[in-house]
């Protein structure tokens, strides 16, 4: 009965101990796992503070370049408007002293002095030389009669004044200065009223350049900088 006893004792310690060791083991990996977790936890916030940094400075540089685009476009544009300003004082002159006398309409068509001025293309074509580039026209009242603005290939004549400009020249007897829509494409413009000698307006007198050029220009100094 003793020897039978002390078996069983000794068999319930081994059980005990079999189970201490199970414990530990079980332990151990727990507390593995629980590492692991923690590690995986710090390397996906890591990860997310990454992103949300990586996002802040491309929208700070997206920022900064629309900032750089917006303010070059703006320089441009504003320095080609005074150009314009003083090419059509120019421009005019020139007219004047190439074309000397009053602007009338003789049998339907625009003159100025005895000069018929509807399809005389060498005064428009000379002015876009001497400005180096710039579109000139000359309407009858709202009428492309003689341009060096070009459509589909070919000189836009018989084609209207955009109608915010026909309003402030024609009826009101202003000089316009700013964008406007020519053909179809935004362009900075000025135009001057042409009047006859009894101060009536009988057509307008327009040099101008397309946007699009400075836009590129602006786009371009925009992408170097990123």
């Known amino acids: 009965e003793k020897e039978n006893t002390s078996v069983f004792f000794t068999f319930w310690e081994l059980v005990q101990i ?17 590492r692991r ?12 503070l990454n992103i949300l940094i990586l996002v802040c400075i491309l929208l700070l540089a997206a920022i900064l370049s629309a900032t750089n685009f917006y303010s070059k476009k703006s320089d441009l544009l504003e320095g080609a408007q005074e150009k314009l300003i003083s090419d059509l ?13 009053e602007w009338q309409i003789v049998d339907g068509n625009l003159h100025k002095g005895d000069i018929n001025m509807v399809g005389n ?13 710039d579109k000139s026209t000359i ?4 009428t492309r009669v003689s341009t060096n603005v070009m ?35 935004w362009y900075l413009t000025a135009y001057e009223p042409l009047l006859n000698s009894k101060d009536e307006v009988i ?24």
């Open 139 to 142: 309407f009858q009242y709202d």
């Open 89 to 101: 004082q120019l421009s005019y002159q020139f007219l004047e002293a190439k074309v000397p006398g």
């Open 151 to 185: 459509e589909d290939g070919e000189r836009a004549v018989n084609t209207k004044v955009a109608e915010d400009v026909a309003k402030v020249v024609l009826e009101q007897k202003e000089r316009f200065i700013g964008r406007a829509n020519v053909v179809g494409e």
């Open 121 to 133: 293309i060498e005064i428009v074509d000379r002015i876009g030389e001497l400005t180096e580039g």
């Open 18 to 34: 079999e189970d201490i060791r199970n414990m530990r083991y079980l332990s151990s990996t727990y507390i593995v796992i629980m």
């Open 203 to 226: 057509g307008i007198w327009f040099v101008g350049v397309s946007e699009s050029p400075y836009i590129d220009i602006a786009v371009s100094s925009m992408i170097r900088d990123i």
């Open 37 to 48: 977790g923690i590690f995986c936890m710090k390397l996906t916030i890591n990860k997310k």
